[in-house]
């Protein structure tokens, strides 16, 4: 059974007169309630001020701190504690990551709503019931005021909208939010407004000639309004009391197309109210509005317009038929209409018309006020009466409960001019001016109430999901920061350990292939200085002596075997280089990896250590044969000796190297360090040689290379220079030339094995030439292979532990990064927190306010 709004309900089927007392009574009653109102009012109009500032709060917090999250909640498992506090177990997402769920509960209970991980939202019984009425299912804890809508397409499916919403970004969300907030505070601006006001309207409708405008009339005790058997009110006529329009009678006609302002003359043409009658004739047809100034003769107590306390105007508006019906029913709806009056006959009880409006208009405003005119004409009153409480009941139920205040069977012709007024009619104006100034607060106060209190709740939803939202986000930036804190603290004490690990691994690597090179060269040109191979391989080997006829081949074949095995020399430096470099490279991965911290992906990299010396190698191809070896080519080194012409051409030397025996025997120390190709110069040497061999004429010829006449004579000439007395001439000519058949002879016998040697110490002495670096001992060929193959391996090197430094720093860079965004992360979750914590008890405590004002 709801509860009556009226303080006195004396009013029954046959009411009994009035006494003064009593209306008495019902006048205090009215100022009570005007009390209220007042009281009400002030506390509503600060419930609007805090939410204002709320909403604004959250917008600002919104923008600038923290992208408030949208959170949707769907049943997860529903359970009943008892009968007032009742919890559900619900599961709450939030739209832009509808994955992830947590389970809440929600607790109802009156006076706040929230969730929370362990008790959750509660909300106002009554509204959970009314929701659950009007709905037609159970209460659900979903936005009624921020309720964005994100359906997608014209249907607007549920699966459509979740498509949409995972795609939506949090910053999207957090916009529409913002939007909505605005929109709440505009609509807030537009209740304060209504609140503030003063004024009320009730809207007197119904049948067509139902009597309308005689109520108007007999409400007001004097004829205002025309009054016809034919249909004839087509405008919607305002009364005013006359107070409004500083005391003048008057007719304000409203321009069609424009918003009545009293104090715009643009908007109405004035008329007076004798006119009335003529142009509500003259406008039949059109729908109008009219504004009616008039005095009420009566006392402030007596009159419902002139009533002392509030601005209530009448609108006679036009009988009901299809054509109005529409217009009417809007004009009902509008927020500034407090109460509708409607007028139903007698005789005709509820037409069609009649009753489509009640079943709109009653669900806009639940109690609606009825008078049944035209009663004393009926013979049957009682009968009469039954007939309409049904139809009452059936078309609006909670008008049907209220009956005695709210339904009155009169007579309105019979109040004009007949004194006393019947007492029904008296009850009916009592009703109806408590009625209207209950229902003024109803409808002003109400909406007010109701919105506020959806939206309070709306924000303390919002609030207390974004604060679990902002606690699990503070959790998880202090999980985070407990996990990267230490890694990051272990790279950084780390990274000078990794660094001089990388350094001293490169520093070793290098000195061992720099030593290890000059190990393997060293020895190989030794071994060709002795005219050895500089390596043992299994196609490598001398050529046979071939005899003394190809003696020059045979010194070709010699130079280019020895050579051949000094490149194979060099290539083992490079194997065992890359070997070294191997081993390397390997331990400056696994140092880097040592270092890095677990669940870093680690490298996948490969050191191919056959790419080493391959540029070379490519480069070489692509050059003449004299030009091939480019890291040798300027200091004569030992890559691809073998294909050189210059260290391949052949030279008499080769086979009889006399400067060297000369050298040997007679040289100083610093000419031993010389190079043989000075020697080669050396008219001395060169004459010995020449007359070593001027004794044999069949050897001019050797191998096809022809001693000249010339360089013998020149020889044998500077020979006997030596001798300068015939005496010497005598004895030694003989002593000559059995000396120099000796010589020859063993030099041709030796020749298989003086040549290999000649060879080798001629190559070993081109190569160990150093024009630009003497303090090598080992000399240009070792000293530049060395270098060459160090400073390969030193790329190589540097190369991979530059990779283990960038791949140590990165992985750091992002390690500190990780640990800044938690830290962030942790001070904007902790101020969130706070925050939303905050607002949640501020709104809850608004929203409190607003519960103590009861039901309005
Ligand atoms: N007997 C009797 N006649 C009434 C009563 N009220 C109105 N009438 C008559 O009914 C006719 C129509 O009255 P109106 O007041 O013009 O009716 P209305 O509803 O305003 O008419 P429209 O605005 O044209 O729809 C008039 O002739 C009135 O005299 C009443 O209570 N008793």
């Not at 009597?211 to 005013?240: I, Y």
């Amino acid at each position: 059974m709801a509860q009556s709004y009226f303080p006195v309900r004396q009013l029954s089927a046959s009411p009994a007169p009035l006494t003064p007392t009593l209306e008495k009574e019902k006048q205090l009653d009215a100022e009570e309630v005007q009390e209220t109102f007042i009281e009400q009012k002030k506390k509503i109009l600060q419930s609007i001020d805090d939410t204002t500032s709320i909403l604004s709060n959250f917008k600002d917090f919104n923008k600038s701190s923290w992208v408030v999250r949208y959170p949707r909640f769907r049943d997860a498992e529903a359970e009943s504690s008892g009968k007032r506090d009742r919890s559900a177990r619900r599961s709450m997402s939030f739209v832009d990551e509808p994955t992830v769920e947590t389970t809440v509960t929600q607790r109802r209970k009156v006076g706040t709503r929230s969730v929370s991980l362990s008790s959750v939202s509660t909300i106002n019984e009554e509204d959970a019931s009314e929701e659950s009425k009007e709905n037609g299912a159970s209460p659900n804890f979903d936005f009624r005021v921020l309720h964005l809508d994100l359906k997608l397409g014209p249907n607007g499916s549920s699966s459509s909208a979740t498509s949409l919403v995972s795609q939506l970004e949090k910053s999207s969300i957090a916009n529409l939010l913002d939007d909505r907030f605005s929109v709440a505070m505009k609509h807030m601006d537009k209740l304060r407004v209504r609140v503030e006001d003063t004024s009320s309207k009730v809207l007197v409708t119904g049948d067509l000639n139902a009597g309308k405008s005689t109520l108007v009339n007999a409400l007001m005790r004097r004829e205002v309004m025309p009054v016809d058997q034919q249909p004839c009110t087509t405008a919607f006529c305002e009364v005013h009391d006359a107070a409004e329009n500083d005391g003048k009678e008057e007719v304000h006609l409203v321009k069609e197309g424009s918003i009545y302002s009293i104090k715009d003359e643009s908007t109405f043409t004035r008329a007076s109210i004798a006119d009335l009658e003529d142009f509500v004739a003259e406008n039949e047809n059109a729908e109008r509005i009219v504004k009616l100034y008039v005095r009420d003769p009566r006392s402030p107590s007596e009159s419902l317009l002139n009533n002392g306390i509030a601005d209530i105007s009448l609108i006679d508006a036009p009988g009901l038929n299809r054509d109005s019906l529409k217009t009417t029913a809007l004009f009902a709806r509008q927020e500034e209409i407090d109460v509708v009056v409607f007028v139903v006959s007698a005789e005709n009880h509820f037409t069609l018309s009649a009753r489509e409006f009640l079943a709109s208009a009653s669900k806009e405003k639940a109690y609606l006020f009825i008078v049944v005119n035209k009663y004393e004409q009926i013979k049957n009153k009682e009968k009469c009466r039954r007939s309409v409480l049904e139809q009452i009941r059936e078309l609006s139920p909670r008008t049907y409960e209220d009956a005695a205040d709210l339904v009155h069977f009169v007579d309105s012709s019979s109040v004009l001019g007949v004194e006393p007024t019947s007492s029904s009619f008296t009850s009916l104006e009592a009703s109806l001016r408590s009625f209207v100034l209950l229902k003024r607060s109803k409808s002003k106060l109400h909406p007010a109430a109701t919105y506020l209190s959806h939206l309070l709740s709306d924000v303390e939803l919002l609030a207390s999901s974004n604060a679990i939202l902002a606690k699990a986000e503070l959790q998880r930036a202090k999980d985070d920061l407990e996990r990267s804190r230490p890694i990051l603290e272990g790279m950084k004490s780390n990274n000078d350990i990794l660094l001089e690990g990388l350094e001293h691994v490169e520093e070793e690597g290098t000195s061992t292939v720099s030593r290890r090179t000059r190990e393997i060269l060293t020895d190989a040109l030794e071994k060709i200085g002795c005219g050895e191979l500089a390596v043992k391989r299994p196609l490598l080997s001398l050529p046979p002596y071939p005899g003394l006829l190809r003696v020059w081949d045979y010194v070709h074949d010699v130079r280019k075997a020895l050579l051949t095995s000094l490149d194979a020399a060099v290539k083992s430096a490079e194997d065992d280089a890359r070997g070294s470099t191997s081993t390397c490279v390997t331990r400056i991965q696994d140092l880097g990896d040592r270092y890095l911290p677990e669940g870093v992906e680690r490298s996948r990299r490969v050191f191919m250590p056959e790419a080493m010396f391959s540029r070379i190698r490519r480069t070489s191809r692509r050059h003449s044969s004299k030009d091939a070896i480019v890291a040798g080519s300027t200091y004569g080194l030992g890559i691809g000796l073998a294909h050189r012409q210059d260290l391949l051409e052949t030279s008499f030397l080769d086979i009889f190297d006399a400067q060297h025996h000369f050298m040997v025997y007679f040289g100083d120390k610093e000419s031993k360090g010389s190079s043989s190709e000075e020697m080669d110069f050396m008219p001395s040497a060169l004459s010995l040689a020449s007359i070593g061999l001027s004794g044999l004429g069949a050897l001019t010829v050797v191998g096809g290379k022809v001693l000249t006449v010339r360089s013998i004579l020149e020889g044998a000439i500077r020979l006997a220079d030596l001798f300068h007395n015939e005496t010497a001439r005598k004895w030694a000519a003989p002593v000559l030339g059995a000396f120099t058949i000796g010589l020859s002879v063993y030099v041709i016998l030796e020749l298989p094995n003086t040549i290999p040697r000649t060879v080798g110490r001629r190559i070993h002495s081109s190569l160990t030439k150093s024009e630009s670096d003497s303090e090598h001992a080992e000399g240009a060929f070792v000293g530049e292979n060395a270098k060459r193959i160090v400073r390969e391996t030193r790329k190589v090197l540097r190369i991979a532990s530059w990779e283990q430094r960038e791949r140590f720093r990165a992985v750091m860079e992002e390690c500190t990064k990780e640990v800044k965004n938690a830290e962030e992360l942790q001070r904007q979750s902790e101020k969130a927190r706070e925050w939303f914590v905050h607002t949640q008890e501020r709104t809850a405590s608004v929203r409190g306010e607003m519960s103590a004002l009861g039901d309005l």
